[in-house]
């Protein structure tokens, strides 16, 4: 069963879907989950070693992942709407994303785990984001 459904270009996270990913300290990708590579619209090898911003859509304000990457320098935790692209630009899907830094062997690296957000959040969110 697939873990999301096709509204038009829109990919809509079924209830118990969780997209994981880590990366280096400077973005760079380290670990997908199987939820994130089939959302996206990638294969596993296609994504590590890639900089995160490989899944960005234009429509994401540059002010989102300021703060984001702020927060999470500052070593606490991020929470907030992505509006993400799936591959060869064909859709894209909302999530909301927690983030947050851990230690690996001594190196801080992030991890992002992202949910379904509701209609009315994407709505909000979609507003908010015009403005920025
Ligand atoms: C753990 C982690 C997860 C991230 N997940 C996403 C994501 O799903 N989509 C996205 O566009 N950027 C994500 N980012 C932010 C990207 O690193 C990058 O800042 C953003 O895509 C903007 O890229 P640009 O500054 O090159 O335009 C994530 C960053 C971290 C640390």
């Given at each position: 069963?697939?873990?999301?459904?096709?509204?038009?270009?829109?990919?809509i996270?079924?209830e118990?879907?969780?997209?994981?990913?880590?990366?280096?300290?400077?973005?760079?990708?380290?670990f997908a989950?199987?939820?994130?590579?089939?959302?996206?619209?990638?294969?596993?090898d296609?994504?590590?070693?890639?900089?995160?911003?490989i899944v960005r859509?234009?429509?994401?304000?540059?002010?989102?992942?300021?703060?984001?990457?702020?927060?999470v320098?500052?070593?606490?935790?991020?929470?907030?709407?992505?509006?993400?692209?799936?591959?060869g630009?064909?859709?894209?899907?909302?999530?909301?994303a927690?983030?947050?830094p851990?230690?690996?062997?001594g190196?801080?690296?992030?991890?992002?785990?992202?949910?379904?957000?509701?209609v009315?959040?994407?709505?909000?969110a979609?507003?908010?984001?015009?403005?920025?």
């Amino acid at each position: 069963m697939s873990i999301f459904s096709q509204q038009g270009n829109e990919r809509i996270l079924n209830e118990d879907a969780l997209l994981v990913s880590e990366t280096d300290e400077k973005g760079t990708i380290i670990f997908a989950n199987d939820d994130f590579c089939k959302v996206a619209g990638y294969c596993i090898d296609e994504l590590i070693g890639k900089p995160h911003n490989i899944v960005r859509h234009p429509d994401m304000p540059r002010a989102a992942f300021k703060d984001l990457w702020d927060t999470v320098k500052r070593g606490e935790v991020w929470t907030g709407y992505v509006k993400n692209s799936v591959q060869g630009g064909t859709g894209f899907y909302w999530v909301y994303a927690t983030v947050f830094p851990v230690m690996r062997n001594g190196k801080r690296h992030y991890i992002s785990c992202r949910k379904k957000p509701t209609v009315d959040e994407i709505e909000s969110a979609t507003a908010l984001y015009k403005t920025l």
